[in-house]
Nanobody, 120 residues
Framework: QVHLVESGGGLVQPGGSLRLSCAASGFTLANYAIGWFRQAPGKEREGLSCISSTDGGAYYAGSAKGRFTTSRDNAKNTVYLQMNSLKSEDTAVYYC?????????????WGKGTLVTVSS
């Protein structure tokens, strides 16, 4: 059975950093496209990053460029999202998702999310 579990969220001050983890079970992450998304209160879900299933490259949406970095540890079957220089507008529930082909809004598998709150 496929499971994705996010962790690492919490309360952080503006300008701080967090590293989110996405641990997979039931399948091998290295064979899938892995996306990170977030949803802030009252807003639509937003795509942040994608690790491609074809070339393993990492790609970022505008809001994540320059501040967020995604990476994969195949030995741990885990994907990470390193977030730096956090702002109050980064407050959201963060989700990881996996798909056999590519990153898109309707990916095959989703975690339940982890809450990130950026506040002083």
């Amino acid at each position: 059975q496929v499971h994705l579990v996010e962790s690492g969220g919490g309360l952080v001050q503006p300008g701080g950093s967090l590293r989110l983890s996405c641990a997979a079970s039931g399948f091998t992450l290295a064979n899938y496209a892995i996306g990170w998304f977030r949803q802030a209160p009252g807003k639509e879900r937003e795509g942040l990053s994608c690790i491609s299933s074809t070339d393993g490259g990492a790609y970022y949406a505008g809001s994540a460029k320059g501040r967020f970095t995604t990476s994969r540890d195949n030995a741990k079957n885990t994907v990470y999202l390193q977030m730096n220089s956090l702002k109050s507008e980064d407050t959201a529930v963060y989700y990881c998702a996996a798909d056999e082909t590519s990153c898109h809004r309707a990916m095959s598998y989703w975690g339940k999310g982890t809450l990130v709150t950026v506040s002083s």
